[in-house]
Structures are given as structure tokens and as C-alpha cells.
T-cell receptor, first 114, second 122 residues
Framework: GENVEQHPSTLSVQEGDSAVIKCTYSDSASNYFPWYKQELGKGSQLIIDIRSNVGEKKDQRIAVTLNKTAKHFSLHITETQPEDSAVYFCAASIGDTGRRALTFGSGTRLQVQP | GAGVSQSPRYKVAKRGQDVALRCDPISGHVSLFWYQQALGQGPEFLTYFQNEAQLDKSGLPSDRFFAERPEGSVSTLKIQRTQQEDSAVYLC????????????????????FGAGTRLSVL
């Protein structure tokens, strides 16, 4: 089955700096890669996703890049703010995730220092 | 409500007790997933429903775990004879139907998560 590895496990940055979180996956058939933000007491929130037919996607301060050949994808957060502090999870799935489970990485705890 | 609702938020059980965790998906979502998240780890898949049909239960760790969704809406995850290793956060997610009129191609693939139930087995 699919295996997703995520690094680093913890990341501390100064407010305004950029943060990068990296994930690798094992199954070349995976074609959908979402990123979730998890905060205490709240549901995991999808912040951005990318499908295998594109190499990069951006939404304001958040971007995701995908390298299908190397089987890795990364989350980039620019101009970090204290409210970006949370645990971030990458995930991978094959096909339509409306009917397929997600395989998650182990998470990255991001701390943005004001 | 607008989101996935799970109850209770917290559950403490003595070892050997049975527990039942409830998930109310977003209205109209036919797909429903249960995940187990151990402390410091990512969520791990337990089981999947499409409407009332349980199409995949390959992630259930033992026959003490049982899930149902009898009317294709609310789902219950039941754990019998709880053990300490069952302590975790149990997450429920739902996803819109694939043929929903007006749904963006991308939106239909998103899984929307509830806040989870934190189970502690003493």
C-alpha cells in the first residue's frame, strides 16, 4: 500500500519568514495530494491540494509543488503569521478521494514566533 | 450545522468497556470515512461507507471495531472491550457525491473532517 513520509516533524520560524514542509510517497499511482491544517479543538481543514496533472499550485501565501518523477511534494508558506501555527499533514490518494481513503504523513508542528 | 459533527468530543472509558462514537456528516454527502489518529501521528484509515454500504473496512484493527451507517447519513463507530491501545482521536470525514450537479470537479474529491472524538482508555 501507499506510504507517505513527512519532514520535518517540527519547524520553528520567525514571523514573516517562509516555511517549507516536504513529503514523499511510495505509490506511483497516487494522483491526488491534499494538505490539511490541524488546530486543537478544530477539525482538520484542507488548505490546498494538487493533482498529478499539474506541477505547482498557489493560493495567496500558500503554494504546493509536485515532482511526480521523484515522488515528492512540498508545502510552501510565505510571510508566515502567528496564526499559521498548527500541525500540518500531507496526504496522498489514488483516484477519486470521494471514494478512496487518504494516506497521511506523520505531521509537522509549525511554530511561528512573533 | 454546516460541517461534520462528532460526539462526544471526549470519552474516557475503563478497559473492557464498550464505547460508541457518533458522526453526523455534511448533509447530502454520500461518502463517509473513519480514521484513527494516535498521539503524534497522522490519521490512519479505518473504514469507508458509500451511503449505507460499507465498501471498505480493511483498516479496522480488530474484530472489536465495528462501524455502521444504517440510513446512509449518521454513522456510529463502536469499539467493544476497549484496550489501552485504542486510546486515540477518532476522526470522521465526509465527501460530496461524485455526480452532484453544480459541484466543481475538484470540490467533489475533498474530504471534510470533523473535530474528532478523543478516546482515553484507562
Amino acid at each position: 500500500g501507499e506510504n507517505v513520509e513527512q519532514h520535518p516533524s517540527t519547524l520553528s520560524v520567525q514571523e514573516g519568514d517562509s516555511a517549507v514542509i516536504k513529503c514523499t510517497y511510495s505509490d506511483s499511482a497516487s494522483n491526488y495530494f491534499p494538505w490539511y491544517k490541524q488546530e486543537l479543538g478544530k477539525g482538520s481543514q484542507l488548505i490546498i491540494d494538487i493533482r498529478s496533472n499539474v506541477g505547482e499550485k498557489k493560493d495567496q501565501r500558500i503554494a504546493v509543488t509536485l515532482n511526480k518523477t521523484a515522488k515528492h511534494f512540498s508545502l510552501h508558506i510565505t510571510e508566515t503569521q502567528p496564526e499559521d501555527s498548527a500541525v500540518y499533514f500531507c496526504a496522498a490518494s489514488i483516484g477519486d478521494t470521494g471514494r478512496r481513503a487518504l494516506t497521511f504523513g506523520s505531521g509537522t508542528r509549525l511554530q511561528v514566533q512573533p | 450545522g454546516a460541517g461534520v459533527s462528532q460526539s462526544p468530543r471526549y470519552k474516557v472509558a475503563k478497559r473492557g468497556q464498550d464505547v460508541a462514537l457518533r458522526c453526523d456528516p455534511i448533509s447530502g454527502h454520500v461518502s463517509l470515512f473513519w480514521y484513527q489518529q494516535a498521539l503524534g501521528q497522522g490519521p490512519e484509515f479505518l473504514t469507508y461507507f458509500q451511503n449505507e454500504a460499507q465498501l471498505d473496512k480493511s483498516g479496522l484493527p480488530s474484530d472489536r471495531f465495528f462501524a455502521e451507517r444504517p440510513e446512509g447519513s449518521v454513522s456510529t463507530l463502536k469499539i467493544q472491550r476497549t484496550q489501552q491501545e485504542d486510546s486515540a482521536v477518532y476522526l470522521c470525514a465526509s465527501s460530496p457525491p461524485p455526480g452532484l450537479a453544480g459541484a466543481r470537479q475538484e470540490a467533489k474529491n475533498i474530504q471534510y473532517f470533523g473535530a474528532g472524538t478523543r478516546l482515553s482508555v484507562l
